[in-house]
């Protein structure tokens, strides 16, 4: 028993640092916790309209009640932004673009289960004045205000430019920034003089980034999501984080427990992960062995003390 506590006692030690940051680096924000991240775009009325991008509103409503009935929590990214502690099981709704549905149908059915959600607006479509598909800086002054939905950026008007953040044949760095960080700082300009909030989430067009906007991004937005499948993993930070697409064919029912297999597959199969299970396996072999012995020398006293009656 002395050795198996020995190894349990070697194990955390071995731990803790792997859930630390090494001396001089940024601290991760949330060491050791997972956060799965939903992606949506429009919510629409009609199932004829739904597609890869589109969910019905019903559909939402179902995805609501099983995150609601298996115990999730919505949080917002600037709750993580601030480091406010994470529930028992968070999870964080995305919808990018602004379609003007937003507030008609997704805000009624948050206040119906009073979840969270942040909307990442292409700047150029709220200015467009389309009410009817995008959603109007008043009208995301009235989904900031409902105290549910934060308003985030998704470029200013690169979303529908070839290579989006990504650098175009023959750019050089200058012309890259003057193109692109001109752009990022409009969006972000947008959101803080017309929502009076600062604009803390960035959701990159089309999942494409560019080292030559990383450093900008990391000034300027406290967290940033991509279209890579998975669940994000908040020990290294806020940014560059993955997303689960939820769509007709691939409800939340389905998609998010593959997905958390999978993520605790690939943990397992990480250097610390490794250890870990290394280390189990010879705490459990220690103890098979302890118990194995036990059993043995208990035998022996019995068989021992059978003899001594008989004589």
């Avoid at 149908?105 to 948050?110: E, G, R, T």
Wanted: aromatic content about 8%.
């Amino acid at each position: 028993m002395r050795r198996l506590c020995a190894i349990a006692l070697f194990v955390l030690c071995l731990l803790s640092p792997l859930s630390g940051c090494a001396p001089g680096a940024d601290a991760p924000a949330y060491p050791g916790k997972s956060l799965p991240i939903l992606m949506f775009h429009d919510v629409v009325e009609d199932e004829a309209d739904a597609n890869e991008w589109a969910i019905t509103a019903d559909q939402f409503r179902e995805t609501l009640r099983w995150l609601d009935g298996h115990g999730y929590t919505t949080v917002l990214p600037r709750e993580l932004a601030k480091g406010d502690p994470l529930p028992d099981k968070p999870v964080l709704l995305t919808f990018d673009d602004g379609y003007e549905h937003m507030l008609s149908l997704v805000l009624p059915i948050l206040r119906e289960y009073g979840a969270k959600a942040v909307v990442s607006v292409v700047g150029a479509y709220v200015e467009d004045k389309q009410p009817l598909l995008f959603l109007t800086w008043e009208k995301c002054r009235e989904l900031e205000a409902s105290g549910l939905v934060e308003i985030g950026s998704h470029t200013y008007d690169l979303h529908d430019q070839d290579n989006c953040l990504g650098r175009l044949p023959g750019e050089d760095e200058a012309a890259y920034q003057a193109r692109v960080l001109t752009d990022l700082q409009t969006s972000i300009d947008g959101i803080e003089t017309n929502l009076g909030t600062e604009a803390l989430f960035f959701a990159y067009p089309n999942g494409s980034g560019d080292p030559w906007a990383a450093d900008f991004l990391k000034e300027h937005f406290a967290m940033t999501v991509t279209t890579e499948y998975g669940v994000a993993d908040l020990s290294g930070g806020l940014y560059d984080l993955p997303r689960i697409n939820i769509s007709p064919d691939e409800p939340v029912a389905r998609v998010l427990p593959r997905a958390l297999t999978s993520h605790w597959i690939k943990g397992l199969l990480t250097p610390p992960g490794l250890i870990v299970v290394i280390l189990l396996a010879a705490a459990a072999a220690v103890l098979v062995t302890a118990t194995c012995r036990a059993a043995q020398s208990r035998n022996r006293k019995k068989s021992a003390q059978q003899d001594k009656n008989r004589s």
